[in-house]
Nanobody, 126 residues
Framework: QVHLVESGGGLVQAGTSTRLTCSFSGTTRGDGTMGWFRQVSGKAREFVGAVRWSDGKAFITNGLKGRFTVSSGAPEKEVFLHMNNLNVDDTGAYYC???????????????????WGHGTQVTISS
């Protein structure tokens, strides 16, 4: 069983940066994928980025490249979402998710991920 817990959310001022952490426990294949999704106001939950366990290679959705990055910690029990130059449109709930399949077999869709955290709220103040 895989258990995911997000942390690091809260109230953040526009134009600044913050980092979310996904703490991972349990067992999974070493070549799986950890992903980040978010649900911002008025929109469906959307893919943000992911990191492949086997080599740490990260992927970010095109619309967030240059502002957001994903990285994994050592010894692979944490995944981070680094968010820079935040704006009010980034306000929402952020979720981490885990798949036992490697990227790109695991992709950008929610159904690619079998395990989910409960999410953490990030609110950007102007």
């Amino acid at each position: 069983q895989v258990h995911l817990v997000e942390s690091g959310g809260g109230l953040v001022q526009a134009g600044t940066s913050t980092r979310l952490t996904c703490s991972f426990s349990g067992t999974t294949r070493g070549d799986g994928t950890m992903g980040w999704f978010r649900q911002v106001s008025g929109k469906a939950r959307e893919f943000v980025g992911a990191v492949r366990w086997s080599d740490g290679k990260a992927f970010i959705t095109n619309g967030l490249k240059g502002r957001f990055t994903v990285s994994s910690g050592a010894p692979e029990k944490e995944v981070f979402l680094h968010m820079n130059n935040l704006n009010v449109d980034d306000t929402g709930a952020y979720y981490c998710a885990a798949s036992t399949n490697p990227w790109p077999q695991t992709g950008v869709y929610e159904y690619d991920y079998a395990f989910w955290g409960h999410g953490t709220q990030v609110t950007i103040s102007s």
